[in-house]
């Protein structure tokens, strides 16, 4: 795999068992990439270690008073000079590119992941833990990837040169062998506490990361109540954490690596001691004396691999497990089987939903063919009937959200515990369970908007410019969001820049906070109506915008989505009175189906969520908000006239 063939057309499906073995996948993966590396760094090093030879053979010309001898040497130590700057820079380029390959293809198994899971990632997993996987862990498991095939080199001719000064000197050979790999192991006992200093800097630095995105995040809102200082103040407290633990985990590399100088150093007055004993002794000759110290000096270099690949494998590991934690969340459940099946009980006035029969028939496992049909939701009994604008009235917010995950199908754990067992079946379309569908099928059909969409920077064009179907221009959906004061004031902020670009080639700045929120809302319901789903799903769509501009957006997704499926979780008066049918879902049940009106005449609990109605109102009139009738008629005629004169005002 060259740098320029990246990205990978398919990354893979990783092993994610565990971080070692996610490494080990990794570097199966360029086993090619691993061999060309580790060849060239044989190159390297053994001209480097074989300088020692030229060495000594130069040193006994000398002695001999050898001149031809002496020019033989001269030419060998110019060859292994050439071999050691074209093996050095061969291997470096091979490792750099392996180290950049492997980040490259962990990068995009996360955005894949990313991709797969959408929102339900940031519940599963902090947004700083996966901004410090993105980027420090990928890292340092590159690293990994780069300084093995350098190990692997080092340590071939480690045990080469080891091998050769047996044949060549037995005596210092013996003491070479003995010691070398004794100085590689000495520094295994401190690896574990290394390990666990360098873990605990990475938590540490994990938790500052988040704590800073959720400061930068809030900003605004921190300085409206006043608050920055106090967040500051966590920053710094959380900074010096981290640089505590930095200098607690650096002394302990240090002492490896000071234990990796001295030991060798050690190691070389022995043999000098005891080889200079042996030629005083004239059992060795003095070009041999110097061949064994020249090697063991040069044994000091791949001997700093070794101290290198362990420093790399104890910061890559725990990075690893890391990656390997956010590549094994799954966006399905082996026990959504259970979604398929769905209770023909009756469920108050839901009773017409047994089962939804319309749309495709694509079997379980792989859509053959275009989903569609209606809309059902297991868990709570809400039918969405296809073709018709529905409204969906929760009264709780965390439960609405929940049933846009259902109906999108990425269901939540709704259960007190974080297992599969606890996830809540999806939505069926057509009689198909969209979590057990693939991703791309999934969301070709249903398409939701959760209650804060995000914005991303670049202009509006590119905002819009979405996969869709054809039948929404980008001006037939700002038109139905009511997004013309937006587009006025991406114009004037293009005139004030002197750009005659037009408000489509206007730039909006990160996650849109160069608009108000009711801007921001707007485009990203223009984006979700540009799609044309089959299905749209829209999470409380106009809580940021006045009632005259709810009613003519009302107005605008009604006339724009004729004949198409639409979803609008909300208790606005408005809204609801647009909608072809309306859903009361309390307590995540169904109890209720009709019409606004109809369910704000008959029905005391849905009446309490929609008008804010208070316990002490209602008692007031003689009924509660759990009541099933009106005690006092005329009270609940002149509320009921009440909302209808403020919706047709709006109107």
Known sequence: MHIRDLPYPDPGRPDVRSGPRFLFWLGRNQLGGQVKAALWGLVHMAALVSFPIAIGFGVQAVVDRSGSRLAMAGALMVGLTVLTALGDAMLHRAAVTNWITAAARVQQLLARKAVELGSTLTRKVAAGEVVAVSTGDVEKIGWFVEALSRFTAAAITTVGVCVALIFYQPALGVVVAVGVPALALAVLPLLPRAARRADEQREKAGR??????????????????????LFLGRYRHASQEVRIAAVRSARMWALIAAVQVALPGLLLIGVVW???????????????????????????????????IAMAYSFSRPSARRAARVLALRRSSPDSEAAATVDGGERGEVQQATAPLGGATA?????????????????????????????????????????????????????????????????????????????????????????DPVLLSGALAELLDVPRSGEVTAEKALEAAQCGDVLDALAQASAAEGDDAGPMHTRITERGRSLSGGQRQRLALARSLVTDPEVLVLDEPTS????????????????????????VLTSSPLLLDRADRVVFVPDGEAAGVGTHRELLGTDPAYRAVVTRETEDEAAGRGTGPAGHGLKDTGHGLKDIARIEEQIEESA
């Open 208 to 229: 500052a990361t988040e704590l800073a995105s959720d400061t930068v995040a809030g900003l605004r809102v921190l300085r409206g109540i006043g608050g920055e200082e």
């Open 544 to 567: 940021a915008v006045d009632s005259h501009t709810e009613a003519r957006i009302a107005d605008g997704v009604r006339g724009l989505r004729a004949g198409r499926t639409t979803i």
């Open 274 to 308: 005891y080889g200079a004993s042996l030629a005083r002794d004239g059992r060795i000759e003095v070009g041999e004396l110097v061949t064994v110290y020249s090697a063991v000096t040069f044994l000091l270099f791949p001997l700093r691999h070794f101290e290198e």
């Open 363 to 451: 079997p379980l496992g792989g859509a053959t063919a275009p989903l569609g049909g209606d809309l059902y939701d297991p868990a709570s009994g809400m039918l969405a009937p296809s073709g018709l604008l529905t409204a969906v009235v929760c009264g709780d917010p965390d439960a609405a959200g929940r049933l846009a995950d259902r109906l999108g199908g990425h269901p939540a754990h709704d259960g007190p515990g974080n297992g599969d067992h606890d996830r809540a079946p999806s939505a069926l379309l057509g009689g198909v369970a969209l979590d057990e569908v693939p991703l791309t099928a999934a969301r070709a059909a249903v398409l939701v908007q959760d209650k």
